[in-house]
């Protein structure tokens, strides 16, 4: 039987007062760092290894992991949690730094972009692809902001009492103080910390599950007598192998697409400090999904396989515990997790309409310079404003606020996944292929939802091999982009020193 | 059954999925195969 705190718990509740206290000061203190555009939105591209290490992992894992992981284990049991943690790992700890991030960096350090948008605009050397791809993310962004702000909301009110509207309130206004004062260096330094804490908080609620059902091995034996097929080896709980497949992998594979991600990845110092990210994330990776799979084991061994809402499972875990410290543990690493998340998703919604909307494609039209402090401040008024949508629409929480999360960030995956990776690898990728490969993905992945073929596989793998196959089957069929991009993104000897051109000056063809 | 309660199948993803993830995060990056791929477009030695 599910408990959960009736009443405020004011050592909960004081504990995460402090912690986001300690955000703001950061946030606070790192305000003097901005001092242009490039600082605001990726911290002048002066981040270190481990901070952008961790503030990927921060970013990624969301509340949305904290609390729906061992959800999703409770459910689908080992047949999810294994290849789940083999394909995170190795995609999302190893490939995506090595196949993505690294030669991102390395031609966003060329060409000055500063977004996903913006890098599209010039490989592609097409405002409108900036523009549409700007259009989308800024809509996006929105329902994947709202699920995590309610997730975390809904985190206050299980383990610390609070009423769900002051959680939300809350939590908008400590994003706000931090993100408005410092943009991507104040997310960047606090995202350190959250990433500490959030394994911190996954490795003690773990630690006390494990030792509370009698060690794994008990654990397993228990769940195998009675659950024997929440043990059983792929396809296991899932319909088949591809349904389990799809689900296991969907998340890994949308990491490719997501423009809150591959803006940390803009803002790294040196590419060459790589190795050190993939060597920080990975263990990182590896430990939150194993603790996440023995707290969602715990759930089935503490309360059988009848629980209405598995998302209350790791929170009561926590609740049951009867520890206080490990309650206020667990609630900081669950606001950690989802403050690092809705701050990167806000900050690449304001970067989008700030930076590719307004100065690169109105200012541009408008054939006028954008002024960079004017630009600071419009994006600190889009920043709020964004912030205000996402409260207000968490406050009004409509019933399926959590699927219209994954639709959004699977949207995203399958629309931008291509023309990126096709983009960075293959000359011959064009404007409308990749114009067509967005559209195309972005298309197919809400048609299959619609068409409620979600049962079959996740809308964004259908989208994704769509959107591969468009930009592939376009681009031969139509013009190349000029030899002065090609060499921008693929000559070794490329001299930035006498070829670097800034994005928002790139002459464009529309 | 595998230690831990496991079945063998899954014992082993684990032990690939753990350990030999956070190796391989060790040794991918130094590979002549992976320098030869980042040698392409800039001076991964600079």
Redesign the interface.
């Known amino acids: 039987m599910i408990t959960e705190a009736t009443e405020m718990n004011w050592f909960n509740i004081g504990a995460t007062v402090l912690y986001m206290l300690i955000l703001v000061v950061i946030g606070l203190a790192m305000n003097k760092k901005v001092k242009s555009r490039d600082d605001y939105w990726v911290g002048g591209r002066q981040i270190g290894p481990v901070v952008t290490a961790m503030s990927y992992c921060a970013a990624y894992y969301s509340t949305v992991m904290v609390i729906g992981g061992p959800s999703m284990i409770y459910r689908y049991g ?2 999810y949690m ?2 789940n ?2 394909g995170a ?2 995609t999302t ?2 490939l995506i730094f ?1 196949i993505l991030a ?2 991102m960096r ?1 031609v966003a350090g060329r060409t000055g972009s500063v977004s996903l948008p913006g890098f599209l605009a010039v490989r592609y050397e097409s405002k409108i692809i900036g523009l549409i791809s700007a259009i989308l993310i800024a809509i996006l962004m929105i329902p994947y902001g709202v699920s995590v702000l309610k997730g975390i909301a809904d985190g206050f009110t299980v383990l610390g009492g609070v009423p769900y509207e002051t959680g939300v309130i809350v939590i908008a206004i400590v994003a706000a103080l931090y993100l408005v004062s410092s943009g991507y260096w104040g997310i960047a330094w606090t995202d350190l910390i959250q990433g500490i804490l959030i394994s911190l908080g996954m490795v003690v609620l773990t630690v006390y599950v494990v030792s509370s059902a009698g060690g ?6 228990k ?2 007598a009675e659950f024997p097929e929440k ?3 792929p396809p296991g709980t899932f319909n088949n192998i591809f349904q389990c497949l799809s689900i296991c992998w969907v998340w890994q594979l949308i990491a490719f697409g997501q423009p809150q991600l591959v803006t940390k990845f803009l803002g790294l110092k040196d ?2 400090t ?2 050190t990210i ?2 920080v ?3 990182w990776i ?1 430990i939150f999904l ?1 603790c996440s799979g023995l707290i969602g084991m715990g759930g089935l061994y503490f309360y059988g396989g009848n629980v209405a809402n598995p998302d209350r499972i790791s929170p009561a875990l926590a609740f049951a515990s009867g520890s206080l410290l490990l309650q206020a543990l667990f609630l900081i690493a669950a606001v950690a997790a989802g403050l690092s998340t809705l701050v990167a998703l806000v900050l690449t919604s304001s970067a989008a309409v700030t930076r590719d909307i307004y100065e690169d494609y109105y200012c541009s039209k408008k054939e006028s310079a954008p002024d960079g402090k004017k630009s600071i401040g419009l994006s600190r008024v889009v920043t709020v404003v964004v912030l205000l949508v996402m409260m207000y629409l968490a406050l009004h929480p409509w019933d399926f606020v959590w699927e219209m999360s994954t639709l959004a960030a699977g949207t995203m995956g399958a629309g931008f996944a291509a023309p990126i990776m096709v983009g960075l690898y293959w000359k011959k990728a064009t404007k409308k292929g990749a114009i067509w490969a967005v559209i195309t993905g972005v298309l197919v992945d809400v048609l299959w939802y619609v068409a409620d073929l979600s049962d079959l596989v996740h809308p964004f793998l259908p989208g994704m091999i769509v959107s591969f196959i468009t930009i592939y089957i376009v681009s031969l069929v139509t013009q190349p982009v000029s030899k002065e991009t090609i060499s921008m993104f ?1 000559d ?1 000897d490329y001299s930035r020193d006498t070829k670097k051109i800034p994005a928002s000056e790139v002459i464009l063809q529309g | 059954m595998a ?5 063998w ?2 014992f082993l ?2 032990i ?3 350990p030999g ?2 190796l ?3 040794i ?3 590979t002549k195969w ?1 320098e030869r791929i ?7 030695k ?1």
Do not use: Q
């Open positions: 080992i047949c294994m290849p943690m083999l790992t190795f700890g190893i090595l690294l030669k390395v794994v091995t008990h654990m397993m034996n769940i195998t043990v059983a080896s590419p060459r790589i190795k993939v060597r994330s990975v263990p590896a194993m693929f070794k | 230690p831990f309660g496991l079945n199948p899954m993803v684990w690939v999925a753990v993830m956070i391989l995060s060790w991918l990056p130094e992976w980042v040698a392409k477009y800039f001076d991964w600079e």
